[in-house]
């Protein structure tokens, strides 16, 4: 294991809009690590990958997070993708008008600008597609539509995957990527995130239910309740968190307080 | 009279009263004293039409939105370039015709007269059934044939600017299309303007299709600038659709911030017919583009899309420091598209969507008026308008009219005024595409929902190009906030 983790979080207060979320989060994650994040609703889940990347509307009111050492705050949201974050959204935006393929290779370009690598052009980004494409199993029509109009709820998030096989990010952010997946289109996006697991990359699943950590088996799951890291261990946890349900965690830590 | 009437009327002169008195005056116009007395007739009762009513004011209901009076700050000293040494090319002008860099063949007009020698062999090889003539050589030759097609859908009594056209006329494309002609691959038609070195000048660029029974046509119309062209263009078109006939027209305006742009289209259709209008205006300088509309028998329909893009104007290097000089700077587009359908017969539809992204201190205007008269019953009318704001000096003032007389019709209309989708700008983002770059890119997809509806592909194509050159050059996509103005009735609504 490296010495410094990939991904410092440090006693991170944020809110989302006026409403204060996060209440001191502390994460270390280590390169090569895959780690759950789960709680039930309105713990937090979605702000705190919203702030990871950046997104308007969500503002880190103390605390810190560094990306590689660096602080992650002092970036707009595109030099943070180009370095290496990722979320894949719970509710992926349909863009009318945008081609996929032009977007993706667009995407993939200004990554690579940023890497100080030359463009692909259109032949070899394609040869690229085709190849990320056969492990999310997408039909090939589907890159000349639209960014995800019209594309299913499975499509949406098979397509979230693509971008991040295409991107090949170091940290990967999946907030409740297992949402509105019927088993098949689980497998096919566990299937997807299971190709980037990697000695060099972290990634931290954000989920409500234990079903996708079937798939894809985390080193830590860490449970979090009212802004907070409540509970963290192994993937025993999450086992113990479907049989017994959140109100155990809640009753527990108010038991505790 | 205002100034600028006076001046274009004291070049009219020369139409009417040709002498050989006045021979320069002949030269200058190009028109022969050979020009049949009915048309001599039809410009007298035109120019006398536009004297009346004088170049249009916002006083008027229809032109509330645009201020015309630029057209009285220029002072004309030629009317179109009809020397007869310039037609057959040796005129020793050097006119920098903006590159087509399509393969196909492109009928060029210069100032609104047909230039043979810049042509090429656009009109060989046409299709059995499909002819295309010169306006002048039809008038030359075989004036009769014109005569009760030339005209006849302007009325002069109310839109002086199309009377000032039609005492204009001297020369302009006619397609003829025989019942049953096919024209599959699109004729494109160029209409340059050019300037005068000392003062501005004024082209009168004429259209008109006559399309038989059942015919087919694609067509494209380009109106571009050598150069800056300070000046005046006032086209009209008009389109004669018999039963089942069916056309589809691209028109592309792309004039300098100098020239004033007009367009007068007209159209109508008989039973069945269909009628496919595209109209992009792309240039920096004022545009007033009317299209007018009549359904005038059953199960006859138009689609009609539209967009306009505003930015601020670039001058040309001349130009800026003339401007400097006076310490003024160029205004930016002016955008004004009025358009009227109506609905004279049952059973017809109309479904009209006119788009505007408007940048810099650019200023758009929609009016869209949808009659629909008593006996119209089972109308379908559609109409939208969405509109961009990307600059918080940009403006737009959108109106819908609806007249509707018939208890039977469905008719729909919408216009929004909003600025990029911050959801889609920040996906984009989250995905390493820079604020600059995310923006063009929603832009354009915005724009590119008019252009994806072109049928024909190569026209498309061509369409593509030019609207994203034009996106381009509005350079950084602000995304500050932008100001509306929105009269009438906003937002939408459904009548049933």
């Known amino acids: 294991m490296p010495d410094t983790p990939l991904i410092q979080i440090r006693d991170l207060h944020a809110t989302a809009g006026d409403t204060p979320i996060l209440k001191g989060i502390n994460l270390d994650l280590y390169a090569g690590e895959v780690h759950a994040i789960m709680g039930p609703n309105g713990s937090g889940k979605s702000t705190l990958s919203n702030v990871l990347v950046g997104k308007p509307g969500y503002e880190i009111t103390s605390g810190e997070v560094f990306f590689r050492g660096k602080n992650l705050a002092e970036m707009d949201p595109e030099i943070r993708a180009r370095e290496g974050v990722f979320l894949a959204f719970q509710y992926p935006v349909e863009i009318p008008g945008v081609a996929n393929t032009y977007f993706l290779r667009t995407a993939v370009n200004a990554i690579r600008e940023h890497q100080g690598l030359e463009d692909l052009d259109a032949i070899d980004f394609l040869t690229l597609l085709k190849e990320k494409m056969k492990l999310v199993e997408m039909p090939e029509d589907m890159m000349a539509r639209a960014i995800n109009e019209g594309f299913s709820g499975g499509e949406k998030k098979r397509n979230e995957i693509l971008q991040m096989l295409l991107l090949e990010p170091s940290f990967c952010i999946l907030d409740e990527t297992d949402s509105g997946l019927d088993i098949d289109a689980l497998r096919i996006v566990a299937n997807g995130v299971n190709q980037m697991r990697s000695p060099d990359r972290a990634m931290l699943l954000i989920t409500h239910y234990q079903r996708l950590l079937d798939y894809i088996v985390p080193d830590h799951v860490h449970v979090l309740s009212g802004g907070k890291i409540v509970r963290s261990g192994d993937k025993d946890l999450a086992l113990e968190l479907e049989e017994k349900g959140y109100g155990w965690i809640e009753q527990g830590e108010g038991a505790s307080a | ?496």
């Open chain 2, 1 to 496: 009279m205002s100034k600028a009437a006076e001046s274009l009327s004291r070049l009219h002169a020369a139409l009417l009263l040709p002498s050989p008195s006045d021979a320069d005056s002949l030269a200058t116009s190009g028109i022969t004293a050979a020009q049949p007395e009915w048309l001599r007739e039809q410009r007298r009762e035109a120019l006398a039409r536009f004297e009346e009513q004088g170049v249009p004011t916002r006083r008027l209901e229809n032109w509330k939105g645009t201020n015309f009076a630029p057209l009285e700050a220029l002072s004309f000293t030629r009317a179109g370039m009809a020397s007869s040494n310039f037609m057959s090319g040796g005129d020793g002008i050097d006119i920098a015709i903006p590159e087509t860099e399509e393969p196909a063949a492109t009928l060029v007009f210069v100032d609104g007269r047909f230039d043979a020698t810049r042509s090429g062999d656009a009109d060989k090889d046409l299709p059995a059934g499909v002819e295309i003539k010169s306006i002048a050589d039809l008038l030359q030759a075989d004036p009769d044939r014109l005569r009760p097609l030339l005209a006849q859908l302007t009325d002069t009594k109310r839109q002086a600017l199309t009377a000032l056209q039609n005492a204009f006329i001297e020369d302009g494309l006619v397609l003829f299309l025989e019942a049953g002609a096919r024209l599959i691959e699109p004729l494109r038609v160029q209409f340059v303007s050019t300037g005068s070195p000392d003062g501005a000048s004024a082209s009168f660029p004429r259209l008109l299709v006559v399309a038989g029974e059942n015919s087919e046509a694609t067509l494209l119309t380009e109106h571009v600038c050598a150069g800056t062209a300070t000046g005046f263009t006032n086209y009209v078109a008009e389109f004669l659709l018999a039963r089942g006939a069916r056309v589809e027209v691209v028109e592309i305006q792309s004039e300098s911030a100098e020239r004033i742009h007009v367009t007068s289209a007209f159209a109508r259709l008989e039973q069945d017919a269909h009628f496919d209008s595209h109209v992009f205006t792309l240039g920096t300088g004022l545009v007033r583009s009317e299209l007018e509309i009549t359904l005038a028998e059953p199960r006859a329909e138009t689609r009609m899309r539209g967009f306009y893009l505003g930015r601020d104007a670039e001058p040309s290097e001349s130009q800026a420091s003339k401007t400097k000089a006076a310490g003024e700077k160029l205004p930016g587009s002016h955008i004004d598209h009025f358009t009227t359908v109506d609905h004279a017969a049952p059973h017809c539809t109309s479904d009209q969507e006119y788009r505007g992204v408007l940048g810099g201190a650019s200023k758009g205007v929609f009016r869209g008026r949808v009659i629909v008269r008593p006996d119209a019953q089972k109308t379908e009318a559609r109409q939208q308008n969405p509109n961009l704001l990307i600059s918080d000096k940009a403006s737009v003032d959108t109106k819908p009219q609806l007249e509707i007389y018939a208890d039977d019709v469905r008719a729909s209309h919408g216009s929004t005024i909003g600025q990029l989708d911050q959801e889609a700008l920040f996906f984009l983002r989250a995905r390493g595409l820079g604020p600059d770059e995310a923006r063009l890119l929603l832009t354009r997809a915005f724009a590119h929902s008019v252009v994806g509806g072109i049928t024909n592909e190569s026209l498309r194509s061509t369409t593509t190009r030019r609207v994203d050159a034009a996106l381009a050059s509005v350079g950084a996509l602000s995304s500050t906030n932008a100001a509306a103005t929105s009269s009438g009735a906003p937002g939408s609504g459904d009548h049933r």
